[in-house]
């Protein structure tokens, strides 16, 4: 008797998922969005960066330079002829590093280049300002003799797309699998049909686990097309196993529907069950450390994202994707994850008992 | 029209959640995010192979860890050892010193290998930038040291922010997104809520005036940004001591502007939106990652393909942080930043335009 009861509510909460067409486009759009995005939008290499340059040698020399800047595809050169003009540049944000070249630098007489960075921008004035000095030294004849063999390992393009885009799987897992599974507990609020519920034979768990186990489903088909389109289109390295993968996409769905759970105990309305997880998700995806590492955020920061289970699934995801990282490298991760599921979901369905039927 | 004013007001009273939302959710958001976020790459994690392990080697490494952007956590017998951190990502940078290390500076270069931890790509690619300035800068004293004349003198000189305070870059673009993320998110709501609700119908009986009406449903919210905005900017400047160089009444000015593009976008998605569920991810996806991202927040613009540019330039978000960054951080004004303002109206016009015709639409019967 259990398991038919069970098995039809099931089949109805699938009903309701699969009716609701005009909810079903933004969950299989905006992942796949968000990795388009990403894998384009989020670099630092830059390509075409305004440069202005004051040329006072006029020499061979300096030409070579100047040809040599824009050989490189970096730059976007611009001349011009007063040394003030630079800063006017700056100002007006058509450059970002405006470059002097001093008199007698070709003869060896003055060997000063004056390189004027817009701070106002730091990860763009800094890389731009490296990536000058590496056309410079390698441009000029007595260039450094400095023998780097230095290699990046993992990411060797060093694109952020390859960091944030195994994120991405975080990120699309807590933010659907929490808001539906908010909304579609606080719906049922909403509209009056929890009495019917409650006077039903049907168990909190089960209650629990039907109204979940869609969106449990919904967040695996999710996962696969944003790994489908990562590795496919975007060519991100996917150097471990599927299977490590799936194990660790569950664990963190018992955490981010159990978040869920608590925000429908919480909210009365889907207004406000809305606004409560758009205010919520930022904090535990910033502190994450979903676009800067834990390691550089400051100490404190350190320790709330120590204790935000998504740190530990991000950890997971990237030690799959670009390592190709197994149980063996990450049972720590593992067993935190299960542990963080395991409390999380009996302590909100304890509450949905309590406070909700 | 005083009386949509009134009970739009009334209605955001009324409701704890949204209220905090509004008020608390800026302030929270900016301390959190403007505290964690850095891109001052300090103490990256040294481990050292050193063959050579001479006073010039220990020099060399010294030399890299004095300005603090390195810190040596430990040195390590073989590169087999030395490895096995990296790839664990206890160790950020490997460095192998050669066994002639020595003999090569004397002949005048400067040789070492390893290995970089390069997950994050952005840190990585500021830690690469301070490995071999470090060493040019080594190599350029050994030079001095000999008596020979330095190679090339590159003489760095960062305008608007001196000391390079990443926190002077990044407070302008989060107090740009959170404005959007609040205006966008809050008007979103407020076309479709009547809709779902069933008010039309009684609207439909009255002589509303569509484009007043919107206008009207707009105008509490301007007030909100602006108390966001101020929030916002007394938090980044008396907390964060970010500069507002350029003046606090420009930027009010400019502020209002944007608060008409940002608004009107959110009262668009309300108007097309048949569901208040819809119109949140309509709104979460024109918002959130887009203007985080291609708001040039973080990462430039200039560099993305020619598509992405388009529709980066296409956000109203974008000219907005560009205004921000310029008046706080470089002082400038309406003469260098006309171009982004008038962008930031004409979008404003043209998205208020859209969003009073779908109103339009819906008020005429049948």
Redesign the interface.
Known sequence: MAFSRLTSAIKKEFALLLRDR??LA?IF??PV??VV??S???????????VGVCDMDMSSGSRRLISAMEGTGYFRVKMVSDPKQI?LM????EAVIGIVIPHGFASGRN?????????????????A??Y???V??SA?A???????????????????S??MVPGVVGLVLL?FTMLLTA?AVVKEKEHGTLEQVIVSPMRPWEFVFSKTLPFVLVGMVQVSLVLTIAVLWFRIPFKGSLFTLAVFGLLMLMSTLSLGLFISVI?RT???A???A??IA??LV??SGF???VE???R??QIV?WLNPITYFLQAM?GIF??GWGFR?LWPQAIVLFIYGTVLLSISTWLVRKRVL | MRAVILKEIRHILRDPISLTVILVMPIAYLFIFLYSITFDIKRVPLGVVDYQNSSLSRDFLNNLTAHGCFELKAYYPDEASLMRDVSLGKIKLGLVIPQDFDERLSAGSLSYAGWFEGVEGNSTNIARGYLFSGAAGFLLGQAEKMGLAPPLDVRPRYLYNPMLRSRWFLAPGFSAIILMLVATALTALSLVREREEGKVEVLRTLPVNPYAFVAAKALPYVVIGLVDFFITIGMVSLIYRVPVKGGILSLTGFTLLFLFPALSLGLVISSIARAQREAWFLALATTLLPSIILSGFIFPVESMPMWLRIIAEAMPVRHYLIILRSVMIKGVGLAELWPHALVLGLYGIALLAIAGRRMRAWLSPG
């Open positions: 005009r909810l933004p759009v905006i969005l968000q995005i990403l384009y939008g989020a670099t630092l290499e830059i390509k075409r960066i305004g800063t700056l100002d007006r944000r060997r000063e280049v004056q390189v004027l960075v817009d701070g106002s921008n730091t990860s763009l004035g800094q890389i300002l490296y000058f000095t590496g410079i030294m000029t007595n260039s450094l003799p400095l023998d780097d063999r230095v290699r990046v390992i993992y990411n060797p393009m060093m694109k952020s390859w960091f933010v909304i909210t889907q207004k406000q809305m606004m409560t758009y205010f930022p904090v910033i502190l676009m800067i590492p550089n955020m400051p404190p920061s994202a990237r670009l390592k490298e």
